[in-house]
C-alpha cells in the first residue's frame, strides 16, 4: 500500500466547518428531532402548523410561517401555496442562514415540504452555503396528490441544492413485508432515515484521520445538481466489516441495487473505535471499487475513542443531474415495486475523472493495486453492468438525425406519451 | 399609391409541401390570387432544408405549375423561412439627445430604432424583420411617433425576428440554385400565415395565429394594428405521424395515412377502448389498430405542442389582449377537435382562419395549408406600398415583361 502522505491531512477542529441542519415540515421537524440530540451545530425547523409548537424543544429553532393566513392550519398539502406563503416571508427564513453547509431534512409529500423546502434551499445558496438535501418520499398509500408533490419537488430541488439525497419510505416497507403494523413500519422508516441523517452529520462534523468533509463533499457536488441515496450500518464483534458492508449494500435505500452500478461517485465513511484496522478500511475500498466500477470513490476513516469494538459505516452514492433528460418516465424504466422512477438514467459516465487513481479526490491511493487485478475486476464488473443498466435510448424516429428540440431537459422529438410515461395498453 | 397590376410571388419551403403563389395588386389596392403550384417536399425537416437537391427539384415543379397557372413568368419572390433557429425577441434601443430642450426628429428616432436592432443583435445572426413598438421618452412619457416630442432621451422598443445568417443563406441558396429567380426578401412564415388570416380591424384589437405546420408550429400575436410577439416552435405535424409510428408500430407512411383518416385532436369517448378498426397497412397482416390508442397519442401530443404555446404566448400577455381569439392554419389546424382542444388550452374562442380580403378561387382561399404564401404575396404589397415611389418605380421596371396590364 502507497499511502499518500499529504492526504492525511491533521484532523480539523469542528467549528471549522460549520454545519446547520433544518427541517421542513412535519417530517422534516420529526426528524430533526430525532437526530439532534447526537448534532451540536444549530438544528431549526420551519412549519405552518402551529400545533408543532407543542412539539418543539428548546435546542431547536423554530420558524413558524404563515401564521395569519393558514392561522396555524398548515397548508394542507398544497404546494403552491406553501411555496407563496414561504415567498411573502423570506426574511424571517433569510435570518437563519448562514455560509457553510446547510443539511436540509423534508418530507417532500406533503404541501410544506414540496412547497418551501426548493425556497429555503434557495435562500441558502444565495446566502452562501451548500445545501444537501435529504429528501423523503412518500409511500405509495398516500395518493397522487403527494406522489405529484414529490415528484415536482424532485425537479426544483435538484435545480436549487447541491446534493439530493433521496430516501424512499416505501423501499423500507418493501423490504420488510412482514411487518404489518403501520406504527411500527413508520418508527422503522423513521430510524432508518434518522440514521442516514446522522451518519451524514458524523460524517461532515467529527474529526476524522482520513477526513472526507466539507470541502470534499463541497467539491464533488458543487455544481452538478448530483441526485444520490445514502445508507448507515454499523456492527461490532469478528468480522464487524464484512457484516456492515452486507447490511449496507443490503440497506432498503440502496436498492433497486442499480442505484450503486449507476453511480458516478461514492463517498465511504469508516467510523470505528481505536482498533480500527487498515485492512478492514481497503477490504471496504476493493468491494466498492467492485461493486461502482464506473464511480468515483472518496474514502475516510475516523475514530471515535468510545466506540471501541464497533464499526459504522456511512455510504453516499451519488449520479450527476446531467442526464435529465431521459429521466422523466421511460416505460420499461421501473423499479422493482412498479413506481416510475424519477431518478436519471442516462448518467454521462466518466465525465470528470476516471474512477482509479485520482489520488487527490481519493483518501486511499490505488497505485498499489496491480493493474491487472484493476482490469479483472473492471470486466467482471461490466460484464454485470450489462445485465443491469436498463438504458433505452429515447427513441426519436425520423428525427434521429437531426438535432433535437429541446425544452427545460427535455426532447420534443420523443413522442409525448412517452416521455410522460403514459402506458397504452 | 402602388402600382396596379404589379406581380408579386410567395414561395413556401415548408416541411411537407413546397408552395408558391402569385398574386396581382388590382385596381383598387386588392389582392388577386392568380395561381398556385405545390409540390410534395422531400428534402426539408422541421422547417430547414437539408437536402438542397430535392428541395431544388420539388421548388422547380411548385413554381413552374404556379408560371403556368398565373400565366406569367417568375423572376423575384418573396421567400417564407422558419426553422428553430429563428428567434423573436422584443429589443430595446436607447438614443441621447445631444442639445438640451430640443424636439425629437425623425433622425433621433431612426439612430434609437438603429440601435435597438443592432446592439442586442448577436454574432452571426440576420435581423429578417423588426417591427417598431413603441418609444419612451425620458423614460416615462409613451408615444406611438416621438417626432415633435421635446426630450433628451428616446428608448425605442422593437420587435426583432433573428436567424442565423448562414442557414437563412441555405435556404436562399436552394432556391437561387434551382431556378433562375432572385429571392427579394425572406420573411418569417409564422407572420407571412399572419397577414394572410387577420383583417385590419382583428389586428388592432389584437389576435393571435397559430400556423400548425409540417415541422413547425409558429404563432404571431397582433395588438393595436402591430406585430407584438412571435415565435416558433420546432415540433409540428410530423412529430404527431412520428408519435403514432411509434405508438402504433406501424410504418411512418401508414402512420400519416391514418392521422389524416381518423386522428383527432381529442380522445372522443365512443373511440377510448375501441380495438376494431383501420389495419396497420397494406403488406402487413390485418392487424387492426385501436382508435383508442390512436387518439389517445395524437391527443397528448397536440395538447402539449399548444400548451408549450399558450405558455410562451402568456409570458408575452398575448392571452390576456387577445380579444379576436386565436386563429389556426396550416394543415395541423385540419385536425379534427383541434379548435376544441385550443379553445380549453387557450381559453380564448378558436377559428380556422381564412384567407381575409384576397379574391381568387375559393378551393385555395378556404384552405388552412395556403396561407402562408398568399401571406407573402401580401407581404411583398404592403412593402411596396411603403417604399418610395421611384425606387418601387425602378424595380418595377424589373416587372415590364409581366406586367403589360399596368401601361393599359
Redesign the interface.
Known sequence: MNFQAPELAPARSAHDRSVSLCGVGRAGARLVRLVAGSFSGSAWTVDTESEAKSQATEDIGRVELGERTTRGLGCGGDAAYAQRIAEAEVARIQSRMGPGLLVLVAGIGGGVGAGISPVVARLAREAGAIVVAVVIEPYEFEGGLRQRNAEQCLITLQGACDAVIRVSNQAVARLNPELSAIQELMDLADRHVARVISGLLGLLQRSSLVPVGLAELERWARGRQAQGVAAFAEAEGAERIQRVWEDLIQHPFLQPSNRLTDAGGTLVHVMGGPDLRMDELEWVQRELRQRCPRAQVLVGAGVDPESTGKVQVFLLAVRDGVGLTAATNVPGLESAGGRPTPAPIKTLLFEDAPPAGDSRMVGLDLAAESREARNRSAQAARKAQQQQFNFVPP?????DS??G?L?QGEN??E????R?G?K?N | MFEPGQILIGLEIGTSKVCAAVGEVAEGGELNILGLGQARSRGVRKGEVFDAEKAGEDIRQALAEAEEMADVTIESIYLAVTGRHLECANFRGVHTIPTVDRAIDAEDVQLALRNAKYQSCPAGAEIIDSVRQDFLVDDHAVYENPVGVVGARIEARVHVILGHANRLATSRQAVEAAVPVRVEKTVFSGLASALAVLTTEQKQAGAIVVDLGGGTTEFAFFHQGLLRHSGILAVGGDHVSNDLAYGLRVPLSRAEELKLAHGSALVRKENSAAMSGPTAGAGLTDRPVSLGKLERIMSMRWEETLELLALRLRAADALRLATEGVFLCGGGARTPGIEELAQRIFQLPVHRGIVQSVSGPATVLENPEFATPIGLVRYGAMRAKQRPRPRLFSRLTSFAGLTSRRSS
Open positions: 427513441w426519436t424516429g425520423r428525427f437531426a438535432e428540440t425544452h420534443l422529438d413522442p409525448t406519451f412517452v410522460r403514459v397504452l
